[in-house]
Each structure stands twice: as C-alpha cells, then as structure tokens.
C-alpha cells in the first residue's frame, strides 16, 4: 500500500578528512541515535512513507570540527527520484555529500560547510 524505502549512509571521506564521522538521523517520528561510521561503513535503514506523504528524515553529519545537517529523504524531491529503486545512497566525501538512487551513479548534492 504504501511505498517502502532504504536510505544508506557512507563514510567514503579519504584518511586526509578523517577516518571517523559521527551521523545522527532522525525523523519527527523516529530518532536513530548517533552512529560512528569509520571509513567505508555506512548506516542504513528502512521504512514506509506514512499516510500524509510528509515523511522526512534528516542527519547531522559530522567530521572533526565540521557539521552538516541535510535531509537525506524526503517524499518531494528524493522519493520522487529514487522512486524507481526505493533506494537512497548518500555517500560522504572530502568534497562533499552525493545522493545515488542505484548505488553506482552519484551526484553531488551538498558542501561541507567552511570553517572561518
């Protein structure tokens, strides 16, 4: 009835960004609790979009002293695209936070904040 989805998260930064991210997602509904991902671990889970169409899960990613937060799903633009494989890979980079909805193909979505 209702479409299911998986979102994975992976630390993919080189030794230079640091071996270790720390990843806190949550929902409105779900908290996930904080996470350390060392290099090529992820975090993944999965869930079904709820009635209303306004689920929405969102991270804070953090490596050394930097902090993104961002969402990582939502039923406008990432269930729409990804709703062919109802899959979500986010992979975290020096360069920066990609989204690939067939694990393979990645583009970029979001910079790591600058330090002042």
């Not at 671990?41 to 002293?65: A, H, Y």
């Not at 899959?87 to 330090?115: A, M, N």
């Amino acid at each position: 009835m209702f479409q299911h989805f998986e979102v994975s998260i992976a630390n993919n930064m080189n030794e230079t960004g640091g071996l270790m991210i720390a990843v806190h997602c949550k929902s409105a509904d779900d908290d996930l609790g904080e996470h350390y991902l060392w290099k090529d671990q992820d975090l993944r889970w999965k869930f079904r979009i709820n009635l209303f169409r306004s689920t929405l899960f969102f991270c804070s990613v953090n490596s050394g002293e930097t902090t993104l937060r961002f969402d990582v799903f939502d039923t406008d633009y990432i269930s729409f695209k990804c709703q062919d494989s109802s899959k979500c890979f986010w992979s975290v980079r020096d360069e920066g936070f990609y989204l690939s909805c067939d694990g393979s193909t990645f583009e970029k979505q979001h910079e790591w904040p600058s330090i002042l």
